[in-house]
C-alpha cells in the first residue's frame, strides 16, 4: 500500500526559532513535494525535488528551505518562523511528469506563536 | 497563477447532481482532481490529458475543454460520501508540478 508519512501531525513553535518538517514515501518516486495549504487558497506549492539534491522552487518559497538527501526523504526547513507561516503543510511524492497522481501525507498543522 | 474553481462552496441533497468547474489561463497538458474529506489528505480522483477522453469513476466524471482551457467535474446522484473539498490540479506541457485551485466544498445532506 502506497504511503507518504509526515514526522508530525501537529506543532507549536515559537516566532523566531528553526522548524523542521519531516516527509518519508516508500514508493521509490522521483518527485517530491511541500505544499501550503490555507483556507480559501487551496494547495500552494513552497519547493518540490525531482532528484535526490535536486529541487526547485514553487510559488512561495519565500522563507523556506528543503533538502533531500536521501531519496525517500524530503525536508522543509523554516530558518526562522514566523507567525505568517502558521498553517496546514502537506507533502507529495510522484513518479516523474505532469501525468502522474500525486500522494499525499496526512499533513502537518504548524502554529506559531 | 492559479486556475479557478466554481462554485466556491455548494450544498446538495443526496441524490442531486453536481458540477464544479476549473478554468486556466495557459495552455495546458493535464488537469488532476482530488478530493479532500476535512481533516484527512487528499486522495486522487482521475486525470485528464490533453487529447485524452473524457474519465469516469463510479458516478463521478470529468471532462476537458482543451480549446477553453477548462475542465469540469461531475457528480451525479450524489452520496453523503462524496461531501469535502474538491481541488483540480493543473500542469502544463513538460511541467512536472501541478498548480491546484482554491478549492470547491461541497456538503451533501441526507
Known amino acids: 500500500d502506497v504511503k507518504v508519512t509526515q514526522s508530525s501531525r501537529y506543532l507549536v513553535k515559537r516566532t523566531g526559532e528553526k522548524v523542521f518538517l519531516e516527509c518519508v514515501q516508500d514508493?521509490?518516486?522521483?518527485?517530491m513535494f511541500w505544499y501550503r495549504q490555507d483556507p480559501g487558497l487551496g494547495l500552494r506549492l513552497i519547493y518540490f525535488?525531482?532528484?535526490?539534491?535536486?529541487?526547485e522552487k514553487g510559488d512561495i518559497p519565500e522563507g523556506y528551505s528543503v533538502s533531500r538527501e536521501k531519496k525517500e526523504r524530503f525536508s522543509l526547513i523554516l530558518e526562522s518562523a514566523s507567525t505568517n507561516q502558521t498553517s496546514m503543510y502537506l507533502c507529495a511524492s510522484n513518479f516523474g511528469q505532469g501525468r502522474n497522481e500525486q500522494y499525499f501525507g496526512p499533513g502537518t498543522r504548524l502554529t506559531v506563536t | 497563477q492559479q486556475p479557478v474553481q466554481s462554485p466556491q462552496a455548494v450544498i446538495l441533497r443526496e441524490g442531486e447532481d453536481a458540477v464544479i468547474n476549473c478554468s486556466s489561463s495557459k495552455a495546458l497538458y493535464s488537469v488532476h482532481w482530488y478530493r479532500q474529506k476535512h481533516g484527512e489528505a487528499p486522495v486522487f480522483l482521475m486525470i485528464l490529458l490533453k487529447g485524452g477522453e473524457q474519465k469516469g469513476h463510479e458516478k463521478i466524471s470529468a471532462s476537458f475543454n482543451e480549446k477553453k482551457q477548462q475542465s469540469s467535474l461531475y457528480l451525479t446522484a450524489s452520496q453523503l460520501s462524496y461531501s469535502g473539498t474538491y481541488f483540480c490540479g493543473t500542469a502544463i506541457q513538460g511541467a512536472q508540478k501541478l498548480v491546484f485551485g482554491q478549492g470547491t466544498r461541497l456538503t451533501i445532506n441526507p
Open positions: 525535488s525531482y532528484d535526490v539534491k535536486m529541487k
Open positions: 514508493m521509490d518516486h522521483e518527485n
